[in-house]
């Protein structure tokens, strides 16, 4: 079987580009539309090289998932930063979205994070530091994401650029 194009590698690393953009702005399935764009290259490669590419690459995938669940949660678990203020802090982002768009999902998730602390803490300062801890660990979640999607898409990159 011929060697995939030049222009579908562009179209995959194209792919590969709004994933990552979809991670830092969650708007669309960023992690997914990595792998799916790396899974699509390794079908028309059709090499062992293009299919252990993406196991490589999703086993990174998977372990940066893992991670962007299990530290930021246990992060905010210590700062005593319940489930329910994330849920509301990301159900006023949604909203926030569609009101002020891009940056109402962050003006959203800090607004309904902040409001679901100032209920329980019942002070500005306490609420304030839940709401930091909060959006810290959301960051931290992201920047793991970012991190795991980075690494799947320079093996991709390595492979193309080598093979």
């Not at 991670?23 to 090499?47: C, K, Q, S």
């Not at 246990?74 to 489930?83: E, F, H, L, S, Y």
């Amino acid at each position: 079987m011929a060697p995939v194009s030049t222009g579908a590698e562009i179209l995959v690393g194209l792919a590969i580009m709004v994933g990552l953009v979809g991670i830092v702005l969650p708007i669309l399935p960023g992690t997914l539309l990595v792998l799916g764009a790396i899974g699509v290259w390794a079908v028309v490669e059709h090499t062992g090289t293009g299919w252990v590419v993406f196991g490589v690459a999703a086993l990174l995938l998977v372990v940066s998932g893992v991670v962007k669940y299990t530290w930021p949660g246990r992060r905010m678990r210590d700062a005593g930063v319940p489930k329910r203020s994330l849920v509301i802090g990301a159900l006023v982002g949604i909203v926030g979205f569609f009101v002020v768009p891009v940056i109402g999902l962050l003006l959203g998730f800090l607004l309904g994070t902040y409001l679901s602390e100032a209920q329980r803490h019942r002070t500005h300062a306490g609420a304030w530091r839940a709401t930091v801890h909060a959006t810290k660990a959301v960051g931290l979640s992201i920047l793991m994401e970012l991190l795991g999607a980075l690494l799947a898409a320079g093996v991709w990159l390595g492979a193309v650029i080598l093979v």
